[in-house]
């Protein structure tokens, strides 16, 4: 028996503040996890780099890659889109690699549908009173902000039973070893093994 070479798909969501780009951090430091680099029609901001924090692109070619079924998913925000392209993603899987999208609920569900074998995982808060604390901490947005990402976190939360895991992260250390743990068991699904050698 041994292990199919194709990396799975994980999908991370959770509300804003909850930790997920840090999680990100330490799953790439495993060697063998890649993120995807989404794609957007919003023009770049001065500190970003085009291939690295997205790849911009105009309308015209993201509607045509919507047509040609190029994305595994997309939504559109303030008059621009932003999606996730389908031909890179399979590119890193084909690797070996797993690749990780922070993504939104729609996003996901979108994901599941493409990609039954996705494995989406939820993270969350301790509570709401410390996802307001974290909040507070960044010291980057203004307290009406604040309240619209709490308020936002208790609209998404009750989507987290629609997922496949859920990772609580209170102490750091132990949400990267319940998502190693996480990672670990998905590879053991039935559609990630391969049998060939005993049949």
Not at 32 to 53: F, K, L, Y
């Amino acid at each position: 028996m041994t292990k199919k070479n194709k990396g799975l798909l994980i999908v991370l969501s959770g509300p804003s503040g909850c930790g997920k780009g840090t999680l990100v951090g330490e799953l790439m430091k495993r060697g063998d996890c890649a993120v995807s680099v989404s794609a957007t029609t919003r023009a770049p901001r001065t500190n970003e780099a085009d291939g690295v924090h997205y790849h911009f692109i105009s309308h015209a070619e993201f509607e045509q890659r919507i047509r040609e079924d190029g994305l595994l998913e997309y939504a559109e925000y303030c008059g621009n889109y932003y999606g996730t392209p389908r031909k890179e993603v399979e590119a890193m899987r084909a690797e070996g690699k797993h690749v990780i999208l922070e993504i939104e609920v729609q996003g996901a569900f979108q994901i599941r549908e493409r990609c039954p074998e996705a494995v989406l995982v939820f993270t969350t808060p301790p509570s709401i009173e410390e996802l307001r604390r974290r909040l507070h901490k960044r010291g980057t947005e203004t307290e009406e902000v604040i309240e619209q990402r709490i308020a936002r976190a208790k609209e998404e939360l009750p989507y987290a039973e629609q997922y496949d895991y859920i990772v609580l992260n209170d102490a750091l250390e132990d949400a990267v070893a319940d998502l190693n743990t996480v990672i670990r068991a998905a590879s053991m699904r039935p559609e990630n093994t391969d049998l060939s050698g005993l049949l």
